[in-house]
């Protein structure tokens, strides 16, 4: 096995869902499927078990995921001892949603100014769906985004946590489609949504399978202008659960339980391999490597 396996071993030990964990991998579903059976001939061991409803880690895959976190971070320090000396200087610029900044960012930014202080750091802040758009374009170096359904080529993503999507809701009876139980009608309430972006798509992705039409009151920018907007009894809305906690309307609206199931987002960063070739962007990136790995020890 090399470095590269054990990487896609752990992000699919991490996900628990080989989908999300090919996309993350930037692997078809095939290649990752086959590096894993390659792993497990090579350790005579199944590393997973699964079934038609879940995937979870097997005795092996447990101590399998133990010893590739060590051999990575040990790989990780070696790489850095052969940069020491070399100066990390120049520019760097960083996008993120306020939630961003708040939540995955302010540890991360502390230890890279404490490590690299002669980078000049830039940090823009913004709605969350702009954020690949953004660094494709190279008006950016480094974002803080979803992982998008579909792949781009030249972007490269780390993925850092995930977070669940969540229908919320203003005070009982302040809109319409809705149950005394949280039951949601998507076909009556109105719905406050986003103009564009990952949860745009999977909600309308999820409308379309059932076949109904969405009553849409509002379109907005921003996941925590959502929230503003359900708090003000607009309509029924759909954010990031990581974006919520973070509001600080969160007691002010309710998640309603018994709402659609979408697929959650994977959060992290997300470069082009043009960017991460120089040494600001590629320290940032590689520190972010190694502070995600020991949060998950």
Not at 3 to 9: A, G, N, V
Not at 61 to 83: D, I, M, N, P
Not at 150 to 178: D, K, N, W, Y
Request: hydrophobic share 40%.
């Amino acid at each position: 096995m090399d470095i590269r396996e054990l990487e896609i071993f752990l992000t699919v030990a991490e996900t628990l869902h080989f989908g999300r964990a090919s996309q993350a991998c930037n692997l078809s579903p095939s290649a990752l499927t086959r590096t894993i059976q390659r792993l497990e001939e090579e350790l005579e061991r199944p590393l997973f078990v699964r079934d038609n409803r879940r995937v979870v880690l097997s005795a092996a895959g447990e101590k399998l995921r133990v010893y590739a976190r060590q051999s990575l971070q040990e790989w990780q320090s070696f790489r850095s001892t052969l940069r020491e000396g070399e100066a990390v200087t120049g520019p760097l610029s960083l996008y993120a949603s306020i939630t961003a900044v708040y939540s995955l960012l302010p540890d991360l930014l502390e230890a890279f100014r404490t490590a690299y202080p002669d980078v000049q750091l830039e940090l823009r802040t913004g709605a969350a769906e702009q954020a690949v758009t953004l660094v494709s374009s190279g008006e950016i170096d480094l974002a803080v985004a979803a992982l998008p359904d579909r792949h781009r080529s030249q972007i490269e993503f780390l993925p850092i946590t995930t977070t669940s999507l969540l229908f919320i809701a203003p005070g009982p009876g302040m809109v319409a489609g809705l149950s005394a139980e949280g039951g949601l009608d998507l076909s009556r309430a109105p719905l406050v949504v986003p103009q564009s972006g990952l949860s745009r798509r999977r909600l309308d992705q999820w409308l379309k399978e059932k076949r109904i039409t969405p009553n849409i009151t509002s379109e907005v920018s921003g996941n925590e202008a959502i929230i503003a907007m359900v708090r003000l009894g607009v309509g029924v809305g759909i954010v990031p659960q990581l974006v919520l906690e973070r509001s600080p309307f969160r007691d002010e609206v309710r998640v309603l339980e018994g709402a659609p199931q979408l697929e959650p987002y994977i959060v992290g960063l997300c470069s082009t391999r043009r960017n991460l070739q120089r040494p600001a962007v590629r320290a940032f990136w590689e520190l972010a490597e190694e502070r995600s790995g020991a949060g998950e020890g």
